[in-house]
């Protein structure tokens, strides 16, 4: 059998990597930890490489780890915000990147509203295109970083019960950990309101329940998501009071669940509507480990990718 490689390839979903391809990443991942841990955290493995990042969505977690990522590792980082971009007038995605190529980056990592987007990029230009979000559509490399976590603390995946709660319908992050997780022999039961959960749902291959306390029954991980009320055209649910009422997590109900279960959550955090603060800062909570989980994974890829990793 090949030895697994991501040299020269997009991250783009990852419904189209393989389980060694995950295996290789969160290897690297873990020793890409222990560098994060050294006092001079440098290496120089991505000497004379370029990463752009270019988000047409805010984001604090993803560009910021991605930019650290890169850094660390010695390559040049150019953040656009397309507020302050030539985007404001008028510039077409494919423009953009065609710029972007020209000035022979290496990587450029994107985050766009549209579904698709990242793919599109990575048919019309050479540069390595790092998926950080397109649409509803994938997160994977918050996919990455959730699996990474869950393997820190759970040893191996085969036979775990996850529960993914919330907004499913809109949520990237649900549709990456359910691709990636499902190929890796974990469980997924999932919980929320009607309307966003979505019709397909069924083709996911979850278990889909209308109370979250059956969802989170026995879970080894909950992963809480944010109600992404900047993608809702409509108010879904009545209000954020009744929807802490009848899905937030706080430790009331998480004692229904196994007693060393695992939080995530991918943030940022609507406090007191998803998760109350008990549970985000808790004992079980993992959310800021994810976070510094992120930049290891986010370096991992950054140097598979570029065919700088040993
Ligand atoms: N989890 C995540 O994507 O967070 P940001 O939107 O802050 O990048």
Do not use: C, W
């Not at 990522?69 to 656009?80: E, H, M, R, S, W």
């Not at 907004?167 to 309101?193: F, M, Q, W």
Request: charged fraction near 25%; hydrophobic fraction near 40%.
């Amino acid at each position: 059998m090949a030895r697994a490689s991501l040299a020269g390839r997009s991250i783009l979903d990852l419904a189209s990597l393989s389980t060694d391809e995950y295996s290789l990443v969160l290897d690297t991942a873990r020793q890409m930890r222990q560098l994060m841990s050294d006092d001079v955290k440098k290496s120089s493995i991505l000497r004379g490489k370029s990463v752009v990042t270019l988000f047409y969505e805010a984001s604090t977690r993803t560009r910021t780890s991605f930019e650290l990522a890169a850094k660390y590792l010695g390559a040049d980082v150019v953040n656009i915000t397309t507020s302050n971009s030539s985007v404001t007038k008028g510039e077409s995605l494919r423009d953009t990147l065609y710029t972007l190529e020209a000035m022979s980056f290496d990587v450029i990592v994107m985050r766009h509203p549209v579904e698709g987007t990242a793919a599109f990029a990575d048919k019309v230009v050479k540069p390595i295109i790092m998926n950080a979000g397109d649409g509803a559509h994938a997160h994977p490399t918050q996919g990455l970083l959730d699996m990474f976590t869950i393997k820190t603390h759970k040893g191996s995946f085969s036979g775990l019960k996850l529960a993914i709660l919330g907004d499913i319908t809109y949520s990237r992050v649900a549709r990456s950990n359910i691709a990636g997780l499902s190929k890796l022999g974990v469980e997924i039961h999932v919980a929320g309101p009607k309307p966003l959960i979505p019709k397909f749902v069924d083709e996911l291959g979850v278990k889909v329940h209308n109370r979250v306390e059956d969802a989170i029954m026995d879970a080894d991980v909950i992963d809480i998501l944010r109600i992404q009320l900047e993608r809702q055209k409509v108010g879904l649910f009545p209000t954020s009071r009744e929807y802490a009422r009848i899905f937030g997590i706080n430790n009331g109900r998480l004692k229904l669940a196994k007693p060393d279960v695992l939080i995530l959550h991918p943030g940022p955090i609507n406090r007191g509507l998803e998760i109350s603060p008990e549970v985000a800062y808790g004992d079980k909570s993992a959310i800021r480990e994810e976070v510094q989980n992120g930049v290891a994974i986010r370096m991992a890829l950054l140097a598979l990718t570029l065919g700088g990793a040993k």
